[in-house]
């Protein structure tokens, strides 16, 4: 029961930054000139819009069968990607990096925030019972899903965030790169999903040491 209300609270803790991680998206494509997603209606909190069947329900239950068998996992998901125009962005070479980059900035002003958030807990040991320091546990995991969010979508892969910067860095004469990643993207994300994402555990809680041990 522990764990599976452990997992629930995981889940509407990713759902939320996910849906924060795309609006972020959107504005910046705002701020750059593109207003697809303000007409799209996707500059909400409401996570309703932004939902992926798969990446935001589908996906995060695979990854929690383990807790089914006491083991830790780590969840990843996403949201419907929040469309925009790269043609309409007033630097069309780095206007598309600009945008991506929004997503993983935001999750890591929330990791920072919510970190934070921990050191003010910790330098008053007065508040740190009962359910202030529930609180604390939740604020702990709020810096670890979005420092989760932030690094796994820097990966290279379409239609991961990564992948944009990527393709604003490469030279034209490398566009068969692009292309090759573009026509496989969902067989090499769902690989580095099962395969390969334990890697990121390790980078995930450095940071997560450097960022608290950066608010003290």
Known sequence: MESASSF????????????????????????????????????????????????????????????????????????????????????????????????????????????LAIRFGGVIPELVSGFAQSMLEVFSVIVIINLVLAVFNLVPIPPLDGSKVLFSALPYRYYGVQRFLEERSLILLLFFVFFLSRFLSPLVFILYYLIVRWTW
């Open 8 to 115: 629930i609270l995981q889940l509407a803790i990713l759902i939320i930054s996910v849906v924060v991680h795309e609006v972020s998206h959107g504005f910046a494509a705002l701020a750059l000139g593109d207003k697809t997603a303000k007409y799209a209606g996707r500059l909400t909190l409401n996570p309703i819009p932004h939902i992926d069947p798969f990446g935001s329900i589908i996906l995060p239950l695979l990854l929690a069968i383990p807790l089914l068998f006491g083991q830790s996992t780590i969840l990843l998901g996403w949201a419907k990607p929040v469309p925009y125009n790269p043609h309409n962005l007033r630097n069309p070479r780095w206007g598309p990096a600009f945008v991506g980059v929004a997503g993983p900035l935001a999750n890591l002003c929330i990791a920072i925030v919510f970190g």
